[in-house]
């Protein structure tokens, strides 16, 4: 699933056409819109023609701010994926990875002037095209996530850590790869009542948010931290530091292996 790490290569992968005008808006399929009140003609009329001035990320959201004078929106629901020209940047570096177009699966083409191709992929049609969003929806980003701030957010909620992390309203980026990576990382059951960590605990919680977010962001992709590439992240699996049988359970209707051991 695309977590602030994919949205921010999606984010460097428009830079490429910023300031192009944008000659088709192709929208292939109505449910982009379903988070939008504005109809389809509307939204292409207010991208055809003008350019793509900025982009920004809030999450796992992609922004664009247009020379008409809207800012669009995209996010990427499970699996949506954006190219330019069949090629999608990395989050950080500078090399562009190819991948294999399925034409059945594009939702989403912009041709710009000069022949680039912006291009939404998406099987499952989950993601999303919106016009003019109410970014208040969105809490910090992850990025600009400190332990100050973390601390604060935690002690507001005595739901569990990891639905915390998770909820968008209160820090935005966070999916639930990301999520267990942290909890593993920072040592912390994430069954525990947010409000009810120590100040130790939520200092070691911090340090697991803040190397995972430098791991995942190295390495290109949310599915890069310890826990899964160690394969702690399947059934019947050990814990890599404890040797300990991983435990596989439901926590906020999201699946979540933890390590009993050293998760406390
Ligand atoms: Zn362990």
């Known amino acids: 699933m695309p977590e602030f790490v994919e949205a921010e290569a999606y984010r460097r992968t428009i830079e490429p056409v910023l300031g192009r005008p944008m000659v088709s808006v192709d929208i292939r399929d109505d449910r982009l819109l379903r988070r939008d009140a504005a109809d389809e003609s509307f939204v292409r009329g207010a991208l055809e023609g003008s350019t793509i001035d900025a982009t920004r990320r809030i999450g796992k959201a992609v922004l664009f701010d247009v020379s008409s004078g809207h800012t669009a929106l995209l996010s990427f629901g499970l699996r949506g994926w954006l190219m330019l020209d069949g090629r999608t940047a990395r989050a950080t570096g500078h090399d562009w990875r190819a991948r294999t177009r399925r034409d059945a699966h594009v939702r989403l083409q912009i041709e ?153």
């Open 112 to 264: 710009f002037e000069g022949g680039q191709r912006l291009e939404l992929e998406d099987q499952l049609r989950l993601a999303t095209l919106e016009l003019d969003p109410d970014e208040s929806r969105f809490g910090i980003d992850v990025l600009d996530l400190d332990l100050d701030r973390l601390r604060e957010i935690l002690a507001s909620s005595t739901t569990a850590v990891k639905t915390v992390l998770m909820d968008q309203r209160r820090i935005a980026g966070i999916g639930n790869l990301i999520a267990d990576e942290m909890l593993y990382q920072g040592k912390v059951d994430p069954r525990r009542s947010a409000s009810e960590l120590s100040d130790d605990e939520v200092a070691d919680l911090w340090q697991g948010v803040r190397r995972t977010r430098e791991r995942v962001l190295e390495r290109n992709g949310s599915h890069q931290g310890v826990q899964i590439q160690s394969g702690a992240r399947e059934r019947g699996s050990c814990c890599p530091r404890c040797e300990v049988q991983v435990e596989r359970i439901t926590v906020g209707g999201r699946t979540t292996y933890f390590c009993p051991s050293h998760q406390r």
